[in-house]
């Protein structure tokens, strides 16, 4: 049998520090029509409704659709979503296709500064799939995914204090669907669900400087990777593995010096090089690649930093 933490054992700090208001739309999201998409735009507009009323956010249909393969998004795919946010001065640009043979969409979520233009982020998401007409729970998953989207963008406190108000509700909606599904969980869909609540947990973690939150992440991630297993879900797998490091390396930074902190820098270098194995592996996988290289080399630096000092 599958181990599945509860949420005691998740430590889902929800209630701890206050949120801070956000008055205002700070990041435009926008929302092209899904590849597939019944002639009401059903399954669009559906999607745009899950997002609506996010305070922070506001939702931009552009009204066009991006015909983009599964995989990885290539250099030029890459430029096609960059000129679109350009052109509508959005902060992320959210695109896919409705499934004709399944009960189901597959998204793919781009920020501005996303991979290899501008700002590289440490973090990794791939293509998810989502059932059709999802409830309020999974609107968990869409708004962690968002929120990382955009979270580059974030130029002051009062920016991450609006991301903090949206990863929270994201966490709560994320914890309540893993602990009670309300609809079929198949393990595509663990497997995304535990993964945007690493993700949410992680950002909340580098946000707030909570060791709790992180350690929320290292756990929802780890059960991730029981669900998307190499031999059956290698690139998720990897991906996975790549931001299982990063917050095992954010986690390293709040335990200070010591011990604890090499021993956490170690695990997270062992999984910047799980993930390695298989992007080396896949030559189409470039920026992961580049992505997780970089997110090795600081891990390695800072034990580096910690084996001197303790000389």
């Known amino acids: 049998m599958r181990f599945i933490p509860s949420r005691r054992q998740l430590g889902l700090w929800l209630h701890s520090n206050q949120l801070v208001p956000s008055s205002t739309s700070r990041f435009r999201v926008l929302l092209t029509d899904l590849k597939g998409d019944d002639a009401g735009r059903s399954q669009t507009r559906h999607l745009e409704t899950a997002l609506h009323d996010q305070h922070g956010i506001s939702m931009m249909p552009v009204g066009e659709t991006l015909d983009i393969a599964d995989g990885e998004i290539d250099a030029d795919a890459l430029r096609q979503c960059h000129s679109l946010i350009a ?15 399944a009960p189901r969409f597959r998204l793919r979520i ?10 590289l982020g440490p973090y990794q998401v791939d293509w998810i799939e989502l059932p059709k007409h999802f409830g309020p729970d999974i609107e968990g998953v869409v708004l962690a995914l968002t929120v990382l989207s955009v979270s580059p963008a974030a130029q002051n ?13 994201a966490a709560t909606k994320l914890t309540r669907l893993l602990e009670s ?11 995304v669900s535990w993964h945007a609540l690493g993700l949410a947990a992680s950002l909340l973690g580098e946000y ?17 990777l029981l669900i998307w297993c190499r031999d059956s879900a290698v690139f998720n797998w990897a991906i996975v593995q790549n931001n299982l490091g990063y917050a095992l390396r954010l986690l390293a930074e709040q335990k200070g010096d010591g011990e604890d902190r090499q021993a956490l820098l170690k695990r997270s270098i062992d999984a910047f090089q799980e993930a390695l194995r298989v992007y080396r592996a896949a030559t189409a ?11 090795l080399a600081h891990a390695e630096a800072l034990l580096a930093e910690g084996v001197v000092a303790a000389e």
């Open 208 to 224: 707030t400087q909570s060791r709790r939150w992180l350690e929320v992440a290292v756990q929802a991630h780890r059960t991730a």
């Open 157 to 169: 406190d009062h920016d991450r204090s609006t991301l903090i108000n949206l990863l929270r509700p």
């Open 285 to 295: 996988a470039t920026t992961y690649r580049r992505q997780t290289e970089t997110n």
């Open 181 to 191: 599904p309300s609809i079929p969980f198949e393990s595509t869909l663990q497997g």
């Open 110 to 119: 781009v920020g501005r500064y996303a991979q290899d233009v501008g700002r």
């Open 87 to 101: 052109r509508h001065n959005g902060d992320s640009l959210i695109f896919g296709e409705v499934m004709p043979a």
